[in-house]
């Protein structure tokens, strides 16, 4: 299911009346969201038959490998630049490694920079590249996925970012960070290495979320358990509002 960008506005801006702590994230991410909605999008290329989706995916192939997204489409480097021009003016702090990703953008290096560079450019080019998977995924909203249970997303192969225990069997759903397909995965095991036997998680600071983490792979991942939540939950609003649980993650030691 993919949410207008409206709906998402409306349920941040909702969100931030009962939690003003939440302002500077949802600030941010409405921003980032109005101009991924006013962004021009490269030309799609031709979607697949049903046919031809449905063997890629019984083979355990993602959609976008059938074909060459245009990721590096002239709109998608106009989009990534104008999320720098806004990231800078949210976080200030960060200017000097967001020019330094302008510049980047524009075709200048990137050797020897910092970590916090490398974040900062996946963080600017997820969020570059969103309207683009979001359209493709949009296109293949009929494609059957339910036997999907794969740790990647069956549309673009991007990895998850947000998981959901969904109300009525508890069944795990994952959030794809790509294009916002939301698919079944098993419930036990790590999304991204796969092992059984090393997860562990915390509980949030409400019973609503937890935060899974992996000892082999040392990733975590944030869970909702929609099982403790009334009304209409949109994951990719939750993703937002649980910022909080990224920096606990990242200072517990996992990425
Ligand atoms: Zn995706
Ligand atoms: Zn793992």
Not at 28 to 33: A, I, N, Q, R, S
Not at 69 to 90: N, Q
Request: with cysteine.
């Amino acid at each position: 299911m993919t949410h207008s960008i409206q709906s998402l506005l409306e349920a941040l801006q909702a969100a931030r009346l009962k939690d003003s702590q939440l302002a500077p994230s949802v600030d941010l991410h409405c921003e980032l969201l109005a101009a991924q909605a006013r962004a021009s999008l490269p030309a799609l290329p031709k979607l697949p038959t049903m046919q031809d989706a449905d063997q890629a995916l019984a083979a355990g192939r993602p959609l976008s490998e059938l074909t060459s997204l245009p990721l590096g489409a002239s709109a998608v480097k106009e989009l990534a630049d104008e999320i720098c021009v806004i990231a800078a003016r949210h976080r200030p702090e960060l200017s000097a490694e967001l020019a330094t990703i302008r510049g980047y953008l524009a075709g200048d290096g990137l050797a020897g920079e910092s970590a916090l560079v490398d974040e900062l450019l996946t963080f600017v080019l997820n969020h570059a590249r969103r309207p683009l998977l979001r359209a493709w995924a949009g296109g293949l909203a009929e494609v059957n996925i339910n036997d999907w249970q794969r740790p990647v997303c069956p549309f673009c192969g991007s990895p998850p970012d947000l998981g959901a225990l969904d109300a009525e069997a508890g069944k795990r759903h994952l959030l794809c960070s790509g294009c916002d397909t939301e698919w079944v995965f098993p419930r036990v095991g790590c999304p991204f290495c796969g092992d059984s036997r090393h997860q562990s998680y915390f509980p949030g600071e409400n019973e609503r979320y937890r935060l899974y983490v992996c000892d082999v792979c040392r990733r975590y991942l944030k869970v909702v358990d929609l099982r403790q939540t009334w009304g209409t939950v949109m994951l990719p609003v939750e993703r937002v509002l649980t910022v909080g649980m990224d920096l606990a993650g990242r200072e517990a030691g996992y990425t």
